[in-house]
């Protein structure tokens, strides 16, 4: 590994592309699909104004996956915050649309794809969540990193 100054300023021009780049994690999820052979629809529209990033289906299992970015320096109580409203939202659009257009009934798996590593914070954030919300989708979720994103 080297540490000289190019090294070193290509990571932190790579980081600082990431968090001012908000479709950078989609464009690295299609391209861990595409390697991976999955194919998937992006930026599918349902009911006229529920937009979602990314589906694709492994084994009858349907994943509806929503990219977010946080900027790295944010406080985890703004995090846990930003994250249990955009997975709450993520669960509730796809309730709705469940209801409303009587697809996806089956094995739907929700996954809120985070920039955020730190797995242990992700699993105590899904925790309050789940506490507060009595949705069947929860018995498939995900709030991940991508390192974690199901491909076999």
Partial sequence: MYFNGHF????TFFVKSMVNEPKM???ATL???????IRC???QLFLNDIEKDCMYTIKKETYIV???MYKQNT????LESKIKEHY???????KRIQDETGKYKGNIIPVLLVNINDSRLLNNIFGKVKRSNSNDLFNSRK???IQSLPVK
């Fill in 8 to 11: 070193c300023l290509s990571v």
């Fill in 25 to 27: 994690l989609l464009k």
């Fill in 31 to 37: 391209d861990l699909l595409k390697r991976n052979r």
């Fill in 41 to 43: 629809k992006t930026n």
């Fill in 66 to 68: 929503e990219c977010k």
């Fill in 75 to 78: 406080t985890h109580r703004k």
């Fill in 88 to 94: 709450s939202k993520l669960l509730t659009d796809i």
């Fill in 143 to 145: 709030i991940i990193a």
